[in-house]
């Protein structure tokens, strides 16, 4: 993957030069499809902060930054094919199966956010769980359904 740090944006540098804060972002273009994925500039630290979609951090240098990027483009765009994989098992599937599939998604989606707070709730939690295991019977009745419409 070829990553291309453009100019300084016209915008920070003007929010940079009157307010003072940090030296102004410089935009990342995929040199290959012309997609800008993100932005680098230095910190005042001396190390380079970027983001590129949903992560973000900081490196010694550009070339660094670069790469971390790059890798961290790779893992999205992975994440959106896997996620448009699962789209299209789900829209594929019959009726009712497939709104039974979505509330399962849902459940378990609500179940790993319980999971992931720092302070974890044990009635939320307990509840999610709850909704989680009533949505899987759900699927499996709906699945059932289905396998008894396509054998009839």
Same mark, same amino acid.
């Given at each position: 993957?070829?990553?291309?740090?453009?100019?300084?944006?016209?915008?920070?540098?003007?929010?940079? @030069?009157?307010? &003072?804060?940090?030296? =102004?972002?410089?935009?990342?273009?995929?040199?290959?499809? &012309?997609?800008?994925?993100? *932005?680098?500039?230095? #910190?005042?630290?001396? *190390?380079?902060? *970027?983001?590129?979609?949903?992560?973000?951090?900081?490196?010694?240098?550009?070339?660094?930054?670069?790469?971390?990027? @790059?890798?961290?483009?790779?893992?999205?765009?992975?994440?959106?094919?896997?996620?448009?994989? +699962? !789209?299209?098992? !789900?829209?594929?599937?019959?009726? =009712?199966?497939?709104?039974?599939?979505?509330?399962?998604?849902?459940?378990?989606?609500?179940?790993?956010?319980?999971? #992931?707070?720092?302070?974890?709730?044990? +009635?939320?939690?307990?509840? @999610?769980?709850?909704?989680?295991?009533?949505?899987?019977?759900?699927?499996?009745?709906?699945?059932?359904?289905?396998?008894?419409?396509?054998?009839?």
């Amino acid at each position: 993957m070829n990553l291309i740090a453009g100019k300084p944006d016209p915008k920070t540098i003007t929010s940079s @030069a009157t307010f &003072g804060t940090s030296a =102004p972002v410089r935009h990342v273009v995929d040199a290959s499809t &012309g997609e800008r994925i993100g *932005w680098i500039r230095p #910190s005042k630290t001396g *190390w380079i902060e *970027w983001r590129a979609f949903t992560r973000q951090g900081l490196e010694r240098t550009e070339a660094e930054a670069l790469e971390a990027m @790059a890798a961290a483009v790779l893992e999205y765009r992975a994440c959106e094919a896997a996620d448009a994989a +699962h !789209v299209a098992e !789900v829209l594929s599937l019959p009726e =009712p199966e497939r709104t039974a599939r979505r509330n399962r998604d849902k459940a378990a989606v609500a179940v790993e956010i319980e999971r #992931s707070r720092s302070v974890i709730r044990q +009635h939320d939690l307990d509840r @999610a769980e709850r909704a989680l295991s009533e949505a899987e019977a759900e699927l499996e009745i709906a699945m059932t359904i289905s396998n008894r419409r396509a054998a009839a």
